[in-house]
């Protein structure tokens, strides 16, 4: 008995410390901050994503008549925010900031004598668990949805805008594959790709406006925000950070006349996202616009960091940061299930109206929809944020580089197809695929599963509750 009752108050104690140790996260992760941290790269990966959610949640448009809905955004019927845009698109600047992160994981890898395997690895786990966890959850709650007698046109339209966060991260996944190699080359000639790159994407507009080679045109996804992280390598190394802020601030203000003259005598809107009923769109695929807005809004911010570095000083200022940072995947991943499910509330429960968009009424709207969306999202950050959590990073064997590349492929291709086709009717093939391959919802979460089981390797997956268990 005395040694049942030792070992019952010592698990209770264990699990008291677990609770406390949870509890205090936020807090110990802002006050074991490196004195030497860069706060602002931090700053900056928030801020975007933040922007992001508030953008899509501020210009959506819900219209209603009668049992139909239509899902649109303001900037189909109000022009004059097209200019608002260069401002609001700023996920060229995650990218920006995923390669200064990128380089210094690369950088640490090579000291400390751990490969690309590895480094793949390292960068993919805290992507794909909550990944994992957002595909599983919606693919079940897309089949409840298909099993009832809601109607099909409007479920399938919730589930592929909710899909909709897996196309860029499929393009982010390429983007850290690739981050090694590229990042060799920075060290050796660091103009040489910048310059590549701008070739390229120069070179696949050409050939989608004058000769409708639209299709190719698709490899600029990959493109442009290659261009982004080749930017955030500079920033790594330190180069941005000893230009003066009036020399970045120069270069900025050429971006952006260089953007002004792009949109108003060449083939691009001056909307720097897509707008419904527009022929050519400057992020369907991205543009040269999107570069071009990409070396502006980095000179900027530049210019910004050493002030945005002393304001990050103060402790409630860096708190926010390190909270939004901690959830930044799961607030990504369920911002749009987030607005769908506003809609839901607003006008399906509660049955308010839906004013076209830029008038009064929509305006009026705006903060209710923004804060019915904020209280959505923060029960998904409070039942799937524990997928972030950090786990064990040892590495431990188990697949060689071959066979991790080919997990990244599989990833990329399964986050794609459910991008494209959304979730519902999981066993339904699409009758278009993506490079000649049309799969299911579920065959694409196959892949997705094999794919981070081959970069993660079987045996470092294995190895992990060993590991735990060893520590408890």
């Known amino acids: 008995m005395p040694l049942a009752a030792s070992a019952g108050g010592a698990h209770r104690e264990a699990v008291r410390k677990r609770s406390d140790a949870d509890g205090s996260t936020l807090t110990r992760l802002v006050e074991q901050t490196p004195p030497d941290r860069d706060r602002f790269v931090d700053f900056l990966r928030a801020a975007s994503i933040v922007a992001v959610m508030l953008g899509h949640w501020m210009v959506s448009v819900v219209l209603r008549d009668g049992d139909e809905f239509t899902a649109t955004n303001v900037l189909a019927s109000a022009r004059w925010l097209h200019w608002g845009t260069w401002l609001v698109q700023v996920m060229p600047l995650f990218f920006f900031v995923g390669g200064f992160s990128n380089l210094r994981a690369e950088s640490h890898g090579s000291t400390t004598g751990l490969g690309y395997r590895d480094y793949l690895r390292r960068r993919l786990r805290r992507l794909m668990r909550p990944t994992l966890v957002f595909v599983v959850v919606w693919l079940a709650v897309a089949a409840v949805l298909d099993a009832t007698s809601l109607d099909p046109e ?91 802020s009036t020399t970045l601030l120069t270069i900025s203000a050429t971006a952006l006349g260089m953007l002004v003259v792009l949109t108003a005598t060449g083939p691009y809107p001056v909307s720097m996202v897509g707008v419904p009923g527009e022929a050519v769109s400057n992020m369907s695929p991205p543009t040269l616009c999107i570069l071009v807005l990409t070396v502006a809004q980095v000179g900027i911010v530049m210019a910004l960091r050493p002030a945005a570095n002393r304001w990050l000083r103060h402790r409630r200022a860096w708190t926010v940061t390190v909270a939004v940072n901690a959830r930044i995947m799961t607030l990504f991943l369920w911002h749009l299930t987030a607005l769908v499910l506003a809609a839901v509330v607003l006008v399906l429960l509660l049955g308010l109206p839906t004013p076209a968009g830029a008038t009064t009424g929509w305006w009026l709207s705006r903060p209710l929809w923004v804060a019915t969306a904020a209280c959505i999202l923060a029960v998904f950050v409070a039942a799937f944020g524990w997928a972030e959590q950090p786990r064990d990073s040892r590495d431990a064997g188990g697949s060689n580089v071959v066979v991790a590349v080919l997990g990244v492929v599989l990833v990329v291709r399964g986050l794609i197809g459910l991008a494209l086709d959304g979730f519902s009717d999981m066993l339904r093939i699409p009758d278009r695929g993506f490079l000649g391959l049309a799969l299911s919802p579920i065959m694409n979460l196959i892949l997705i599963g094999v794919g981070y089981v081959l970069v993660e390797g079987i045996t470092a997956i294995r190895s992990r509750p060993a590991a735990r268990s060893a520590r408890r």
């Open 154 to 244: 409007l479920v399938g339209l919730a589930g592929s805008l909710a899909a909709q966060p897996l196309w860029f991260l499929a393009v982010y996944l390429l983007v850290v594959a690739l981050a090694p190699p590229l990042a060799a080359l920075h060290r050796r000639r660091p103009i040489v790709p910048l310059l590549a790159l701008v070739a390229a994407v120069v070179a696949l507009d050409v050939g989608r406006f004058a000769w409708d080679l639209s299709g190719l045109a698709m490899a600029n996804y990959l493109l442009v925000f290659l261009f982004a992280q080749q930017l955030g390598f500079f920033y790594g190394d330190g180069t941005l950070t000893r230009m003066r």
